[in-house]
């Protein structure tokens, strides 16, 4: 479903890189199948190394000029690539975000952002409209990959790439931590044609982790350093609400 949602996308100019990061289901051949269908897709089979070491090898192979992530239990419609190239016509950004949806079987719904949008984000409004969420309790729009086009020769200049690491959400989330620490431009859009698949049981969002806790601890303990440098205002309460709501969470699940 996810490789047939690319397929159909109304902007055709795009190269879409498959990385079998191991997988024991059938996702190969069907990573196969498209690859020999479509010229446009490109495959590669790895020994499993985890999300973040095969993103990583994504990056090295990008020829394109933005670059991308879908995961693989997700669609898209078929005006998300249009949609987020669009404001590329206007102004060369660093990163482009979209808006997006929440899908389950028979409904969906999207997530509410505070974050300026249609409007030029300079380095100041990135500092104190996105940077600053990481301290006030989060913002919907800002953690993931898969909302977002950035720029392939803005990635390349300051050597960015995934790291693995303890924490919780951490390939995206520091990811994204660093994008924004460097951009010096971005815009929001306003549609929303990403469809998150809230039904995966055996994704990694949905999965307990033996160290959750202490991942969680840890990228508080990291925000704060980095605060240093910020010098944002922090709201204990609002600013480790995150931590405690999914440390309840994690005293719920069944071990």
Same mark, same amino acid.
């Given at each position: 479903?996810?490789?047939?949602?690319?397929?159909?996308?109304?902007?055709?100019h795009? &190269?879409?890189?498959?990385?079998?990061?191991?997988? %024991?289901?059938?996702?190969a051949?069907?990573?196969?199948?498209?690859?020999?269908?479509?010229?446009r897709?490109?495959?590669?089979?790895?020994?499993?190394?985890?999300?973040?070491m095969?993103?990583?090898?994504?990056l090295?192979?990008? %020829?394109?000029?933005?670059?991308?992530?879908v995961?693989?239990?997700?669609?898209?419609?078929?005006n998300?690539f249009?949609?987020?190239?669009?404001?590329?016509?206007?102004?060369?950004?660093?990163?482009?975000?979209?808006?997006?949806?929440?899908?389950?079987?028979d409904?969906?719904?999207?997530?509410?952002? %505070?974050?300026?949008?249609?409007?030029?984000?300079?380095?100041?409004?990135?500092?104190?409209?996105?940077?600053k969420?990481?301290?006030?309790?989060?913002?919907?729009?800002?953690?993931?990959?898969?909302?977002?086009?950035?720029?392939?020769?803005?990635?390349?200049?300051?050597?960015?790439k995934?790291?693995?690491?303890?924490?919780?959400?951490?390939?995206?989330?520091?990811?994204n931590? &660093?994008?924004?620490q460097?951009?010096?431009?971005?815009?929001?859009?306003e549609?929303?044609?990403?469809?998150?698949?809230? &039904?995966?049981?055996?994704?990694?969002?949905?999965?307990?982790?033996?160290?959750q806790f202490?991942?969680?601890l840890?990228?508080q %303990?990291?925000?704060?350093?980095a605060?240093k440098?910020?010098?944002?205002k922090?709201?204990k309460?609002?600013?480790?609400?995150?931590?405690?709501?999914?440390?309840?969470?994690?005293v719920?699940?069944?071990?």
């Open positions: 479903k996810c490789l047939k949602s690319i397929l159909v996308q109304t902007y055709v795009f &190269e879409i890189i498959l990385i079998n990061d191991g997988s %024991k289901d059938n996702s051949a069907i990573c196969k199948t498209f690859a020999k269908q479509d010229k897709f490109i495959y590669i089979n790895q020994a499993n190394q985890g999300v973040a095969a993103r990583n090898h994504g090295k192979l990008a %020829k394109g000029t933005y670059i991308g992530f995961d693989a239990d997700d669609i898209i419609e078929p998300m249009q949609n987020v190239v669009s404001p590329l016509t206007q102004n060369n950004y660093d990163v482009v975000l979209a808006h997006y949806k929440i899908c389950n079987t409904n969906f719904h999207i997530p509410k952002t %505070k974050i300026p949008t249609k409007i030029y984000l300079g380095e100041n409004e990135i500092k104190n409209n996105i940077l969420t990481y301290y006030s309790g989060g913002d919907s729009i800002v953690p993931a990959l898969w909302n977002k086009i950035y720029k392939r020769s803005f990635i390349e200049q300051h050597h960015l995934f790291h693995n690491q303890k924490a919780v959400r951490a390939s995206d989330y520091w990811f931590f &660093e994008v924004f460097h951009a010096s431009s971005a815009f929001v859009i549609h929303a044609n990403y469809c998150y698949n809230n &039904e995966v049981s055996g994704s990694i969002i949905n999965s307990f982790r033996e160290n202490e991942g969680f840890d990228s %303990k990291k925000l704060l350093d605060n440098n910020f010098k944002f922090v709201d309460a609002t600013f480790y609400s995150p931590f405690y709501n999914n440390t309840n969470q994690d719920g699940h069944d071990r």
